[in-house]
């Protein structure tokens, strides 16, 4: 038989980019024309503002293998690429570089703008894909799509339009969250909240009859140029004669009411509030319930404006603060001071502080679609893995406020709306008008964009035509499976649901995989910061691709973060190596040989029972792999895979194979060259998803094999490989096998000393030994195993106790019995020492009431496996000194 010869070493680097490049010519990665059900993914769009991290390592793996069994599987596939346009991320990036260039977009324009960010998409979307190539990623790349290509734009402007149309959609002058450094409004969810040192100050707000003061206290006196009302609880007694009162504002020497709201905190400070409705948004909503005056005293880039006293106009707002303060110190207004710890708001991009900002915005209106993705949650139509995100998903929605969806920025789907000059009507058009359609007078369109979000929460439908009735829309949605990140449920998860139901009445997904974090091995998030990150290229460049893809399977445990470093990736890469290395023994045998057909093995007449062993542990490889896949227990089927191959194949079934393979009978050596083909080829299949590159470059150099292994069919449990009666006979031989090389490790007798064996059958459980007495003999290196006789002298042996055997091994002659003897007193009383110890500090009440469970637990666990070792020793010690 002609095989193609394997290289000795396992080098990914030879044969990953050919193979992926064969792959992506050969259209493999395109769904299969024909067959029902198919299994459809779409993306997590990365942004085109940098490169792929460890994170999206992870999500693209689990995406891959998904896509890679069921495709086997037999299912049309579908995993669909794409990138999303990150409209203030990529922004904030040009603008940088025209920064370095001493440009800004404003001298610049807007066209000559764009022209400069379409630059920067195409730079790092070469990048993301190359990245996503390299990783593995079989995404159809003839289905690849952009959130600013023309198809998503169609869907975003019908979108824009038909919420508008439906009643969804309004523009009006509402409290927002405003980023001073993006120059633009954010929504809720894109705000990053967390503790901030401060200052709370109390000031005096003088009655304006002279007849006392109100003492107020804020985090913020540099907007108090913004107050129109000082609040107090209505119940409050102290204040209760006051309300209705009018106070004078220090500086401005405005007058402003004294109102009584429920909301004010009697307990904070002097239980009086300065109402700022312009800048504080529980503020804004006192303000709408008592009709106040709404003032805003900032720049949209966060300096005071001209309502603010001459002093601080044009002051950053934390810099006029000082100033106010100062000054009223110096009118005597300011009554104390001190250090205050408050929760302060964030830009997600840019980690500028957030200004609650009055401004004329778009927003959806959020209730009526929340309400529809709550219900199809409640009736089972989404599932969440692991299902605690639920409770993220459903208080999210029950809690949510409309969505700000415009955005003061260029880069990004410019808003379809013009204002006539002549009527001053406002039209929402889903095509670009010439003029007004009431009057025909010159029209003026929003300059503001959408945020990113709107065209993303549109993608499971947007990417396959959407609103085209095209025929990749009507066979591929709704798609099978979301994979993606926690901190995106809301951003991202919730919305798609919305527009799903809102738009094709159809959630865009059942199942919704949240992946864990990536942490380093001290438990840290990975970040820039900590420079403790991995990039998922290094590691293929160091290891290979099936090694990160493996390792990272392997690892994802559901609910539950990675620790990683470069050192865990070994792992995958070895398993690869130990791949590798058993297809070249098991090719290495088959050069004789001509007209091998592997596929005869597959009846159950003429097996040895490590044959028929070994099928039906494959069977339980298959069966496992397809339970876990059933509720996305990644690493559970990882790790069946893992033991099937690693341990039972290689270590147990490969050993085993030499018997017939190294024998006299040539019909026996060609019947087991011929089923350690079959049990490779079907095992190859088994592994692909998880090792793709390192199983297809093996299964290219199998005989007889021109269809791809990428394009075949993934094992099927065969009743007929079930073997009850084997796997219990096998295991019993494993048992002895094992008992048998444990003691010749504990007498360090060499590998290559021969050593005589008496196994005594001491229950019918263990029968089935006496069949593999050639078996064993060959695997514990015996060139004297047999079956003891009754009465039969064991002097000079060592007894190995097994469940339904005794095995007697003589090692008289196989060691020097006196440095055994010493070597086994010297470990005994190290052990004892080291059990003294151990006992000692678990006797310790300082140490067991203040150490962790698991910590204790650890403890007992290793005191238990020293007192076992010792009580080993001392029994060979024994049997030793009795010689």
């Known amino acids: 038989m002609n095989t193609n010869s394997m290289p000795t070493a396992y080098n990914p680097k030879e044969f990953e980019d050919r193979i992926y490049k064969e792959w992506k010519e050969g259209g493999c990665f395109a769904p299969r024309k024909e067959g029902k059900n198919p299994f459809v993914i779409v993306i997590p769009p990365p942004n085109v503002t940098g490169i792929l991290h460890m994170g999206h390592g992870l999500n693209n793996t689990l ?40 440009q800004n977009r404003h001298s610049l324009g807007r066209e000559k703008f764009l022209e400069e960010t379409w630059k920067v998409k195409e730079e790092h979307h070469g990048i993301i894909s190359r990245q996503l190539e390299t990783i593995g990623a079989s995404c159809d790349w003839s289905r690849e799509r952009f959130t600013m290509d023309e198809g998503c734009s169609r869907a975003v402007r019908e979108v824009f339009v038909s919420l508008h149309e439906r009643g969804l959609l309004y523009r009006g002058e509402y409290l927002v969250n405003w980023c001073p450094s993006c120059g633009t409004a954010l929504a809720d969810d894109e705000v990053d909240h967390g503790e901030k040192k401060g200052g ?27 107050d129109t009302a000082v609040a107090v609880h209505p119940s409050d007694a102290r204040y209760k004669h006051l309300i209705g009162k009018m106070l004078t504002l220090p500086i401005a020497e405005r007058t402003i009411p004294v109102i009584a709201d429920a909301y004010v905190d009697r307990e904070f400070g002097t239980g009086c509030l300065k109402v700022t409705p312009a800048h504080d948004t529980n503020d804004y909503e006192i303000g709408r319930r008592h009709e106040l005056e709404m003032i805003n005293v900032l720049n949209s880039d966060g300096t005071m404006n001209s309502t603010a006293p001459e002093f601080i106009q044009g002051m950053p707002a934390k810099q006029a603060r000082k100033a106010v303060v100062e000054k009223l110190e110096s009118l005597g207004a300011l009554k104390s001071y001190k250090e205050h710890i408050h929760q302060v708001g964030h830009c997600y991009r840019c980690s500028a502080v957030v200004e609650p900002f009055l401004s004329e915005q778009w927003f959806v209106r959020m209730k009526p679609l929340a309400e529809k993705a709550l219900e199809a949650w409640r009736e089972g139509k989404v599932v969440f893995y692991p299902r605690k995100w639920e409770n993220t998903y459903s208080h999210w929605l029950e809690n949510l406020r409309d969505w700000c969806i415009s955005r003061q920025i260029w880069w990004g789907h410019q808003i379809p709306a013009w204002t006539c ?58 798609t099978t499976t979301l994979v993606t990140g926690y901190d995106i449920i809301f951003f991202w998860v919730a919305r798609m649901i919305m527009a799903g139901l809102e738009f094709l009445g159809q959630v865009p997904f059942r199942d919704i995989y949240i992946t864990g974090l990536i942490r380093d091995k001290l438990g840290r998030k990975m970040s820039k910061s900590l420079n403790n990150g991995i990039d998922p290229i290094e590691v293929v460049n160091t290891y290979g691709a099936d090694a990160l893809k493996f390792t990272l399977v392997y690892l994802s445990a559901q609910g539950e973060d990675i620790p990683l470093d470069m050192e865990t990736c070994k792992l995958g890469s070895k ?22 057909l592997p596929e005869a093995n597959m009846a159950n007449s003429g097996l040895s029972l490590a044959d028929r062993w070994i099928r039906s542990r494959f069977n339980t490889a298959v069966k496992k792999v397809e339970t876990a896949m059933n509720s996305y227990r990644f690493d559970d089927m990882a790790h069946a895979v893992y033991e099937y191959f690693w341990n039972d194949y290689c270590d147990w079934y490969l050993e085993a194979a030499k018997l017939g393979l190294y024998g006299k009978d040539e019909a026996e050596k060609r019947r087991s060259i011929a089923m350690q083909l079959c049990m490779l080829e079907e095992s190859l299949k088994l592994v692909h998803p998880f090792l793709p ?35 219990t006979a096998f295991s019993g031989l494993q048992a002895l096998v094992s008992a048998i090389r444990t003691l010749r490790s504990e007498f ?21 030994l006496e069949d593999s007495v050639e078996l064993t003999a060959m695997l514990v290196r ?42 086994f007193r010297k470990s005994v009383e190290k052990t004892k020492k080291t059990i003294e110890a151990k006992q000692k500090k678990l006797a310790n009440q300082n140490f067991t009431s203040r150490a962790p469970k698991d910590v204790i637990d650890r403890e007992k666990a290793q005191l238990a496996e020293l007192e076992d070792s010792a009580k080993r020793s001392m029994d060979y010690l024994s049997a030793l000194e009795r010689r």
């Not at 069994?69 to 037999?74: H, V």
């Not at 409209?87 to 570089?97: H, L």
């Not at 503001?448 to 549109?458: H, K």
């Open 421 to 478: 000059a002549a009527c001053g009507k406002l039209h929402v058009l889903r095509e670009n008008p010439e003029c007004c359609p009431d009057c025909g007078g010159e029209l003026t369109r929003d300059p503001d964009v959408l945020d990113t979000w709107f065209s993303s929460w549109l993608w499971p439908f947007s990417t396959l035509g959407w609103p085209n009735t095209t025929p990749d829309l009507t066979r591929f949605y709704p």
């Open 575 to 596: 398993f690869a190596n130990k791949i590798w290395n058993a297809a070249r023994f098991v090719l290495m045998n088959c050069e004789d040989m001509d007209n091998l």
């Open 200 to 226: 709370l100050w109390e000031i005096d707000y003088p009655l304006a009859d002279g007849s006392g003061v109100l003492t107020v206290a804020t985090t913020r006196p540099e907007t108090m140029f913004g």
């Open 693 to 727: 590159f390192v199983t297809e470059e093996i299964w290219s150099r199998l005989p007889a094999r021109s269809q791809q292994l990428i394009s075949t069919s993934y094992p099927e449990a065969n009743p007929l490989w079930d073997d009850a009666a084997a796997e």
């Open 782 to 823: 015996s060139n004297d195993l047999g079956i003891a006789a009754h009465g039969e002298s064991h002097e000079g042996a060592i007894a190995a106790v097994g469940r339904g055997f005794t095995a007697h091994i003589y090692i008289k002659d196989a060691i020097d019995i006196d440095a055994a003897i010493a070597r």
């Open 748 to 768: 360090t007798i060499p590998p290559a000393q021969q050593i005589k064996v008496r196994v005594e059958i001491t229950d019918e459980s263990a029968k089935s």
């Open 63 to 102: 995406q891959d293998f998904l896509i890679r069994y069921w495709r086997m599987k037999g299912r049309p596939a579908l995993w669909i690429p794409g990138t999303d346009h990150a409209g203030i991320a990529t922004q904030n990036v040009v603008e940088r570089r025209l920064k370095e260039r001493g």
